[in-house]
């Protein structure tokens, strides 16, 4: 069989293909909450009970679904959660009432969960340590894509056919994406299509040490997982605000309707592409210019994150709906900044077996802040608007960097010293 050089980067590309269709599945409701609020009766408030639902069990779930995914390896653990998750976006169109669609929800966040856990550990098997910031920002990238593609997707289906078709079309790409995966997809070291050369590129910037199976409690047991997993308490309902609410804000409370916004909804995500990309580069450049370790450079662009998200702060002073866009536009871009380098810090501090259970983890952390976020909005958003609320997220970023800077932080001379390839020198 003909060897293909580079083959690495297209197996980011498989990885990124799949996030985008996670995304866009996810995407869909906060897309269609104005409709599905007017059709289907929702209040404010029972909306935020339908957001939720997923968030709920997506956070509960991620850390289940990254320990399957190392326990019986990314090839079938991510075709199983794929196929699961297309199937339960698709069930969305048969809701009837907001405790259907909370339920439907609760059944896409279970099968959901797998897709961040499975594409981190994709990036530490793939890429030597060097490289996966930017491989971590390449696939992340997935999200801001899909959640851009989503609005004008989603509102055309929604406006030429009907809000069940759009549910369907989209859950349908989730099925397509697991068979995709399942054919497409194989470990390094069983991928007849890899170099020598490559993989033992890949292998010379790795640790070689290897465990049985994910240990949950070395997971648990280091200091900086905690660190991380407050880290993403506090930085995931950002990315859950512009996901879930934005659209309803900019209906209601900015005036747009929602052929109006789909002119216009692309543009936070696209932006978030460019925070993805970003903070790829952005390490080894601090790296190689600041003599940092590897660490410390990602926790210096993790900080620059923190202080654009700046953007959502102002928005109670913006005057017009585009401003307020580009304001969201720019929270957006701080997030996926430091969210990509937050996930490159995991791959940093545990070992290959770990990395899904890890990120899943983190990911349960980040998605019961995000829940805990939306069921505030729901409660808050008609007595003092929603505007107070999205300066909190600056407040929240911030204090994210101040915890991370503090605990994961290399100071002393090895702050300044070349870093070690091996996940395994961040051990305590």
Known sequence: MKKIRGLRWQILALVMLGTIVNYIDRNTLGILAPTLKEQLHFTTEEYSFVVSAFQLCYSLMQPVAGY???????????????????????????AGGWQSMAFFRGLLGVSEAAAMPSGVKT??????????????GWFNTGSSVGAMVAPPLVIWLSVTYSWQVAFIVTGLLGVAMSFLWVSLYRN???HPRLTKEEHAYILDGQEHTQLA????????????????????????????TFSFWIPLYMVSTRGMDIKQFALFAWLPFL???????LSGYLSPFFAKRFKMTLVNSRIAGVGIGAVCMIGPALIGFAVSPITAIFLFSMGAFAHQMLSSLLYALVTDTFEKQEVATATGFGGMAGYLGGMIFSLIIGQLANTIGYEPLFACLSVFDLTAFAIIALVLGQRGKGAAAPTLPANAASAD
């Not at 990036?123 to 971590?136: G, N």
């Not at 994910?214 to 308490?233: E, H, M, N, T």
């Not at 932006?271 to 990309?277: E, S, T, Y």
Request: hydrophobic letters at 50%; aromatic letters at 16%; a positive charge.
């Open 68 to 94: 399957i995914t190392d326990l019986i390896g990314l090839k079938l653990g991510y075709f199983m959660f794929a196929f699961l998750w297309g199937t339960a976006a698709a069930l969305h169109a048969f």
């Open 123 to 136: 990036s530490t098997l793939w890429f030597p340590a060097k490289e996966r910031s930017i491989a971590t």
């Open 188 to 190: 390094p070291e069983n």
């Open 213 to 240: 199976k994910p240990s949950v409690k070395k997971v648990l047991g280091k200091r900086k997982f905690w660190a991380i997993a407050a880290a993403r308490f506090l930085t995931e309902p950002a990315w859950q």
């Open 271 to 277: 932006f978030g592409d460019l925070g993805c990309i």
